[in-house]
């Protein structure tokens, strides 16, 4: 019968480095565009979904009278489209810091290779790994992804 190798980085301070890779990741600056994108797709999806059909929008001081839905969606899109690829030229230094630091931590490990499974390694090694993929996902790529479909349902309601 063939013997498995099996191979697992050990670092009992990868915990405490993800820590520091995710409190230093983007500064103040860039969550606010982070915010105002979520906003703004948030309120594009909404007003798609929900069939928005405004033939007047009062505003307090502020009327417009002849709104169509074309022209509500236009405003939407183009305020999306400003927060999209404002976040995406802010953040893009960010994530590849980001990318760069968790290789790093990554890369000073120590290697473990045995003939049977470590869980109680494996298991922190999975944990944190999890971990910075999905804060990676909440923090860069979903705002992303929203803008990107309020974009394109946007488009889709105008023509």
Known sequence: MKERTITTRVNPNEADGLDSIISQSYDNFVR??????????SV???SYFG???PTQIHFPYIELPNMSTSMLFTSLLLICLY?????????YPSFRATKKSWKELTSKTMQITSNFHRFHIEKEVFLSTSRFYSWL??????PVFMGAAALTLGVCKIV
């Not at 565009?33 to 797709?41: D, G, T, V």
């Not at 927060?83 to 995406?88: D, R, S, T």
């Open 32 to 41: 606010l565009e982070r915010r105002n994108l979520l906003a703004s797709s």
């Open 44 to 46: 594009m999806l909404i």
């Open 51 to 53: 069939g928005a059909n």
């Open 83 to 91: 927060f999209l690829v404002a976040f995406i030229i802010y953040a």
């Open 137 to 142: 996902f909440v923090n860069y790529a979903l």
